[in-house]
């Protein structure tokens, strides 16, 4: 398994969601991609037509500079509406997901887990559910959902299917490449107690490390698997 595609709604929610796990993966020699579905600011504002695109500009810098800190080098930006996922059609989703594998043949893919509060998230597991859907010869063999802080424990397991986690990445190693690259978001973090800042992202992985016995953990649900 040589080729990894993270599909993540906003930017941000990839390095939340695995960041250590892609510094990881970049120093072990995986092709890893990274594909960010949404343009991640309008939805502050009354409207979509009155988001300054200059703010969509930043993100989009912040997110190659999270990249590059991670190792990553292929980051594309597919410009969906901020939390109005659920405005568009799935399909049209979908297809955006799919065009991404088709182009990469990723042997995994990693993305939001289906029982987040965002739905954004939900919209986004959804698109990539169905656009890996396992036919014969499908490059993608294996499927994993994060977890995204502010968003996944928000929905206090309320939301079906709920976070179960049940594959750990050790990133004792890479913690601190994981919150390096958060720094390049600084309009997105938080100050603590918010589960978006440094010191909870941090203790996050310390409590799953302490579950899988490590120093540091991120959590990931296995979707499906074929080995």
């Known amino acids: 398994m040589r080729r990894i595609l993270v599909v993540a709604a906003h930017p941000d929610d990839e390095m939340l969601g695995c960041g250590a796990s892609m510094a990881k993966w970049t120093a072990q020699g995986y092709q890893v991609s990274i594909a960010i579905l949404g343009e991640g600011a309008t939805s502050r504002y009354g409207s979509r037509e009155a988001g300054p695109s200059h703010e969509i500009s930043a993100l989009q810098k912040a997110a190659l500079a999270a990249a590059e800190v991670v190792g990553v ?23 955006v997901v799919e065009k991404r594998v088709m182009e990469l043949a990723p042997e995994r893919v990693v993305t939001h887990h289906g029982g987040d509060l965002n739905v954004d998230h939900r919209t986004t597991y959804h698109a990539v559910l169905t656009a890996t859907r396992p036919k014969p010869g499908h490059p993608v063999k294996e499927l994993l959902a994060f977890e995204v802080a502010s968003s996944t424990e928000w929905g206090f397991q309320t939301i079906e299917p709920a976070f179960r986690a049940n594959h750990f990445e050790d990133v004792t190693g ?27 992202v941090a203790a996050i992985a310390r409590r799953w490390g302490s579950v899988v016995g490590c120093e540091a953990a991120e959590a ?7 080995h």
């Open 73 to 95: 080098k292929d980051v594309t930006f597919h410009g969906l509406p901020d939390n109005r996922f659920d405005s568009l059609p799935l399909l049209e989703v979908v297809k």
């Open 220 to 226: 990931f649900q296995l979707i499906r698997g074929l």
């Open 174 to 200: 890479t913690m601190t490449k994981k919150l390096e690259a958060l720094a390049a978001y600084a309009t997105e973090m938080c100050p603590f107690p918010h589960p978006r800042s440094t010191e909870a």
